[in-house]
């Protein structure tokens, strides 16, 4: 791999020299390596690299920066000089400007569109209407669309003609489209080349393509794209008229994204936490899913409290709660986890929910037998030399995993056939509900045992 | 969308009719929905729909399969006729090709080899000796390359040519090699559009491509494509040759891929256990993070017992223990979690390890304030009516939370610099790492404040 690389000592030095140092050295490196870098700069310095580089260059920069929250991306373009700004985002690719304007203030968008060329403007406010995670907030306006009546060789000139204009390197499909704007094929630029010059485009086009209407969801473009071995797919609006395209490389954030959200869902918190630097706002964002935690083990302290007028003069009993909660919580969240991820990349399916859940009780059930001799060995032999207590642990420790591993996998499969996300039977609320019934189990189990 | 659908009904009524219904049935359908029905139906079906399609149609529907363990996948071709898995093999792309040998058996790839042409046996057996998740394990042989001393006129005649002899839609870039056929350049098709016929290829291609060695860790690749926003990218051996090209829809799989493997990981286990359907199996994979996590839980019933002497007295202690765990453990695997997937994205920079840890020190300090007000006022109203027992529980609760939010942050970030993978920081020893510390620090404070 050759791409170029330059330090941060290298901008560290420009800046201390003329804009144009500062210019040239950033004309060097790839823009994704110059986001990167970026981030290792005060806002004085990030203002001041990203206007001396060359507007259209500034613009990919920006587009790339990763990692950095919407606040932070959002005083930069607030502090960037207005013209600047401005002129980036009149060269910025449709997505990507449709993507700065949506972090801009409501005022502030009107006066940028208000500066660009009419058509341009346009084009940017009907993006704009467009939810930022459906098909329409992903694409970019700009195909190359020719009109069925057209021949090879037409549409020949026609790419010529446009490569004057703008860049087509892009480009890799041609979209036919009907007089009408309806779209209602494409060909593969390549194609071009192969047939003879006065062949009609409409008899090499490839019909009925496949195509998405701009409302629908990221998550099942990201999809569509997966299960057909997509690189662009184009985008269409209620009257089917073509309306942009989206490329593959937006689509994998999309899928880093959605995964993103699935582990964070995990853990009971939200990927939003991603857009705020304030530490406050990532609390409150967390906070709710832990007092819920908080407050349902309390439950757990009241079923201890229950038992404990029985238990009072068994006190070696209370030593085995911990091992018993640990094990109860980990195996339902190991279940549930398979099965939420399973359900997301399609590896488990609703369908097949009970062979699911008779694999999930078999595996439970050998885990169970293997936890419960160990852990009644273990108990007698290091903790309490007592072969009742040690048969007690070992009896609940079975029971426990069993029924930790079937609700386990049994909830998320229930959320997702009622039409929820089955991400929300994050760890924190099976850990404390496995926790109350394993409580529970173990206490009715010693009642019987040894009382 | 576009796409022809057929649904389980009509594909169990052609099995009833003859091979060449059934085939007419499949040759409608795109093979990504081919291999999701097919999952649908029993071996023996499986077998039948797949023999009956074009041997073509067959690797394709074979290549689209997920969620089908290897296990499965290596009966499903061992109990095709062997000429339709020769034929199909041989109509495969070649990296797909390689997919389907790499289930079979040693013996039986060496028969399948010998019964394909020459060149093609020798090129799948060349690919053959990449690791499985490397890029030479990824890429597809199949690309059109030209010497660069060609102009624009003969490149297009050369395409002209290779379209009669094979499909060239799937071709976007042009590949330019030297005359010890070292990758040296690349041109979009699109290109060979604009300039004039005897253009020298050398004057108008993109110099210094990017590309990746053979044996680069498929991790890598994927993170390249991610940031570089790739549709494509060559492969090259040492010598720099051009040996393949690697294509973004076998990146997005790897995206899956490897995403999949941190949430396995995260809650204690593996996702191979995706490639085998025995219960055994998955057992063993799971249980070695299983029984670490019980052996550990007992350390935490030592901690209970080495206290229970002072405690005894005031069995209200006990009530607490879940809750002190509960809050340790889900926090630290919150945290934990956080990390490990910024680290894995490049959301969470080690670079600025420090400024990490601050910022999650400083998130759980005001969770753990909430936590333990919440905390203590539960204990007194709801639990047990005493002060110096809620204040306790609250005090406890303070210093458990922002102790078990500082090693779930700093632990990962230890793991990296360290050079393990962070993802091994996984739940279950987490959760168990801070029951032991939890407990230790509650019954210490209750000793001080108490007893």
Redesign the interface.
Same mark, same amino acid.
């Given at each position: 791999?050759?791409?170029p690389q330059i330090t941060h000592e290298q901008v560290e030095a420009a800046l201390q020299g003329s804009d144009s140092d500062l210019e040239l050295l950033l004309r060097e490196i790839?823009p =994704?390596d110059c986001a990167?870098l970026i981030?290792?700069f005060d806002l004085d310095d990030q203002i001041r690299i990203l206007s001396s580089a060359h507007p259209e260059k500034a613009g990919d920069i920006l587009s790339?920066i990763?990692?950095f929250s919407s606040a932070e991306e959002f005083i930069l373009t607030e502090k960037l000089p207005f013209d600047f700004l401005v002129e980036m985002i009149g060269t910025m690719p449709s997505d990507n400007a449709v993507d700065t304007l949506n972090i801009c203030k409501p005022s502030m968008i009107a006066d940028i569109l208000s500066r660009l060329s009419p058509e341009k403007s346009e084009a940017l406010e009907e993006m704009l209407r467009y939810g930022e995670e459906t098909a329409g907030g992903l694409m970019t306006d700009d195909c190359l669309q020719l009109q069925d009546s057209t021949t090879v060789s037409n549409a020949?000139s026609q @790419?010529?003609k446009m490569?004057k204009e703008e860049e087509?390197?892009?480009?890799?499909y041609i979209y036919i489209t009907d007089d009408e704007e309806r779209l209602v094929g494409y060909l593969?630029?390549? /194609?071009? %080349? *192969?047939h003879p010059d006065s062949t009609p485009i409409k008899d090499v086009m490839i019909r /009925?393509?496949?195509?998405?209407?701009a409302d629908i969801d990221q998550e099942q473009v990201a999809n569509?794209?997966?299960?057909? !071995?997509? /690189?662009v797919l184009p985008v269409i609006n209620r009257g089917k008229r073509l309306i942009g395209r989206i490329? *593959? !490389?937006d689509? @994998?954030?999309v899928?880093?994204e959605e =995964? !993103?959200e /699935?582990?964070?869902k %995990?853990?009971?918190?939200d990927d939003t936490?991603?857009e705020t630097p304030s530490?406050?706002k990532?609390?409150s964002i967390?906070?709710p899913w832990? $007092?819920s935690? $908080? @407050?349902?083990?309390?439950l =757990?302290?009241?079923v201890?409290?229950l038992f404990?007028g029985h238990v009072?003069e068994f006190? =070696?009993l209370?030593?085995?709660?911990?091992?018993i909660?640990?094990?109860s919580?980990?195996?339902g969240?190991?279940c549930s986890? *398979?099965i939420v991820?399973g359900l997301a990349?399609?590896?488990v399916?609703l369908?097949y929910a009970r062979s699911i859940l008779l694999?999930e009780l078999?595996?439970g059930l050998?885990?169970a037998l293997? #936890?419960s001799v160990?852990?009644g060995l #273990?108990?007698y032999f290091?903790?309490?030399h007592n072969v009742k207590l040690g048969f007690t642990v070992g009896v609940s420790m079975l029971a426990c995993v069993v029924f930790a591993s079937s609700s386990g996998t049994a909830v998320p499969l229930i959320l997702k056939r009622l039409g929820f996300d089955p991400a929300i039977s994050s760890?924190?609320i099976i850990?404390?509900f496995n !926790?109350i019934t394993g409580?529970l189990i173990y206490f009715t189990i010693a009642t019987v045992i040894l009382l």
């Open positions: 791999m050759t791409v790839h =994704a990167s981030r290792e790339e990763q990692g020949i @790419i010529k490569k087509v390197l892009h480009y890799h593969p630029i390549v /194609d071009l %080349l *192969v /009925d393509p496949l195509s998405v209407n569509m794209f997966a299960k057909y !071995d997509l /690189d490329t *593959v !490389d689509v @994998i954030d899928i880093k =995964a !993103d /699935d582990f964070y %995990l853990v009971g918190t936490e991603k530490s406050i990532i609390a967390r906070l832990l $007092l935690t $908080l @407050i349902g083990s309390f =757990a302290s009241t201890i409290k404990s009072k006190v =070696a209370f030593f085995f709660m911990p091992v909660t640990a094990m919580g980990n195996i969240v190991q986890t *398979v991820r990349t399609g590896f399916k369908g694999k078999k595996i050998i885990i293997t #936890c160990v852990a #273990c108990s290091f903790i309490e760890g924190p850990t404390t !926790d409580l």
